[in-house]
């Protein structure tokens, strides 16, 4: 079955917050990370027939949600992964914030940037240290600096929270580069934190995601994996994440950190994340061709400005030599609601989010293409 990714659905009056933050004006917004796509079909349909019943209460995670779960892990990774190593949680994010909320109050977290910004609110959220390291970037590539990372470290140092696929600079990290940070987390006796949410969005062909407690397994015992079908599938409404801890003393703690302040995720999330995940269709796969098209294009206006990215529809931009005072006003004068990269870490940048049909997408890159020339 063909997909059609290119048709143009009106969001407008769904409370959509991409829009909202623009409605009533001409821009067109490439900025929070939800697509302009149709959700599937395999994934609407159990959601109707669940709405066909008038009542819709407390509801336990079904058993078969794991299971999907499991059986996606085996499917996509080879990962045999028990039940009970699994954490439902309601967002990959609420996840993150549980994980640092293990430290002690005086220990402290290393965060590679830039990154998807939640991560560098962990500090205000958590009162833990956050350390910043910044990525090392050559020839327009991203790359985790472990001598950097080295360099950071002391003794109060404990955690590394990392994003793979890595938001905003769409690196899909190799075995070696994963097999060099776990020798760096065990070398200095950290505990990682590894979020995969983009781990379906790999975009370069010759590439493939490696989920690091599979691919490195010595540090999988010192590892919590985050793991949401919501990204892919676009239902990040429907918030639904899973933590994978196999250390039972370390799911101890993370489940202790939790409280009654993270609720689980609600029945129509529970529905909506087993139908994607039990999803073997041809929806990925034309989903990323669709991606590797709009990246291509987008690449063709933004060029060597825009990172080289692997994974992930989020294109990262270098705006630094346009030297603008205001970084959010200049792009919404041309028409465009981007990210600033500011709160991701790095000034001078912008991200782009080109997970929309084409139309919009060729009307938003005229406006890059003008916004960027500066006229
Ligand atoms: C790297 C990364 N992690 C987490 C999230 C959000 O996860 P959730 O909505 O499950 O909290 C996003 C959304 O863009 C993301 O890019």
Sequence with gaps: MAYNFDAVIDRRNTNATKLQKYAGADILPFWIADMDFAVPEFILAPLRERLEHPIIGYTKKPDSLTLAFQNWLMHHYGWQVPEDWVVWLPGVVPGLNMAVNMLAPDQQLLVPTPIYYPFLDLQENTKREQLAVPLALSDGKWSMDLSAMADAVNPQTKMVCIANPQNPTGRCYSLDELGALADFIERHNLLLV???????????????????????????????????????????????????????????????????????PGPLNYIASEAAFNDRSDWVPQLQATLRRNRAL????????????????????????????????????????????????????VRFNFASPKPVLDEGLKRLRASLQND
């Design 194 to 264: 590894s979020d995969e949410i983009h781990c379906q969005l790999i975009l370069d062909e010759d590439k493939a995601h490696l989920p690091i407690a599979h691919a490195v397994p010595e540090i999988a015992q010192r590892t919590v994996s985050l793991f949401a079908a919501t990204k892919t599938y676009n239902i990040p409404g429907l918030g639904c994440a899973a933590a994978v801890v196999p250390d039972p003393h370390l799911r101890k703690r993370f489940l202790a950190t939790r409280g009654d302040l993270v609720p689980g």
């Design 298 to 349: 987008v690449e063709a206006v933004a060029g060597h400005r825009m990172s080289k990215m692997e994974a992930t529809y989020l294109a990262w931009i270098d705006i630094a030599d346009l030297q603008l005072n205001d970084v959010d006003g200049h792009f919404e004068s041309h028409g465009l609601g981007l990210s600033n990269g500011a709160p991701f870490g790095h000034e001078g940048y």
